[in-house]
């Protein structure tokens, strides 16, 4: 992974300070809050960025989600890279957002807003080939890739704007801002643009229903779905939520183990703190295991390990089935 390089949007003229963020940078990490955010929060992230073993659960941990200084609204980035053959290697970016924070990955086909929608405590994604990454909040304008760096851009440490060098970031306290760009290397080949987020008028989305198979039968995820031996549904989605019944005779798969839906284009798997656990397998081949009541977008072709041989597969949509959401 070459080394990154950010910018502090400043506010405009006239903005409301309290609209801004606080932006703490590490080496392969990058936590954004709000500017309101009590000073110890912000204190125990940069006490966690001097540590190079500092884990993703470790900087979610330190932001409280309760309580007197509980943070509504927060983004965590963390970045790996990962091997790529003799060429070099591509950047793995796992996105955690919760409340109105949004985050615009880049990559080479394009953009992507990874957005909370209401899910609680928050959303995780992973992405691959990851070029660049923005920081905003959910009903910000769609960033464009025009407006990521030029190859060779300048470099400060100043926070004014300009683009510096990650190894600045290093130094001081938390940055401030509307907005932080990361980027990660060229987001494409010099007078060409990586691509930018599209949303249709008034910013809806189209959507193509997704689906899954259990047990041979394939359901559309227009509605939540609650899997396990005895499922139930929570009291606010008990009328239009849908139970899945699977047998487990070694009661391996909790009564209520999982639960999969769907936001906007995206599938997204809990486990809802069953006793063995969830193992999803994604289509490179590589497994993945959920954190229990962390939302996570997993993507088509997986397939969800519940236990006694139970599993969910997750298909592509159907070409006929079409939804519409915000």
Do not use: C
Not at 12 to 41: H, K, Q
Not at 69 to 98: K, M, N, Q, W, Y
């Amino acid at each position: 992974m070459s080394a990154p390089r950010w910018r502090a949007v400043p506010a405009a003229p006239g903005r409301d300070p309290a609209a801004l963020w606080r932006y703490v940078i590490a080496m392969n990490w990058v936590a954004a809050v709000p500017a309101s955010t009590d000073p110890a929060v912000v204190h125990a992230l940069l006490r966690l960025r001097e540590d190079a073993t500092t884990t993703l659960e470790r900087v979610v941990g330190a932001v409280p989600l309760g309580g007197e200084h509980a943070v509504e609204d927060f983004a965590v980035v963390e970045l790996v890279a990962t091997p790529r053959g003799a060429s070099g290697a591509d950047t793995t970016a796992s996105v955690i957002v919760r409340g109105r924070a949004s985050v615009d990955v880049f990559g080479p086909g394009g953009s992507r807003r990874h957005e909370s929608r209401g899910i609680r405590p928050w959303l995780l994604a992973d992405f691959r080939e990851v070029t660049a990454l923005s920081f905003s909040v959910a009903d910000a304008g769609a960033i464009a890739a025009s407006e990521l760096p030029p190859p060779g851009a300048s470099a400060s440490v100043d926070g004014d704007g300009q683009w510096a060098e990650q190894g600045g970031a290093q130094q001081g306290t938390a940055l401030s801002g509307q907005r932080l760009d990361l980027v990660l290397g060229v987001p494409g080949e010099e007078g060409e643009q990586a691509g930018g987020a599209q949303l249709l008028p008034d910013g809806l989305r189209a959507a193509r229903l997704h689906r899954m198979r259990v047990a041979g039968e394939v359901f559309t995820l227009d509605a939540e779905s609650y899997i396990g031996r005895r499922p139930r549904a929570t009291p606010l989605t008990h009328s239009t939520a849908r139970l899945v019944t699977v047998p487990s005779p070694a009661q391996e798969v909790s009564a209520t183990h999982a639960l999969v839906s769907q936001h906007d284009d995206e599938v997204v798997v809990t486990d809802l703190k069953s006793t063995n656990g969830t193992l999803v397998e994604l289509p490179d081949g590589s497994q993945l295991r959920l954190r229990a009541m962390v939302a996570t977008v997993i993507p088509s072709g997986s397939r969800i390990l519940l236990g006694d041989g139970v599993v969910v597969e997750l298909l592509d949509p159907a070409e006929d089935g079409w939804a519409r959401g915000r």
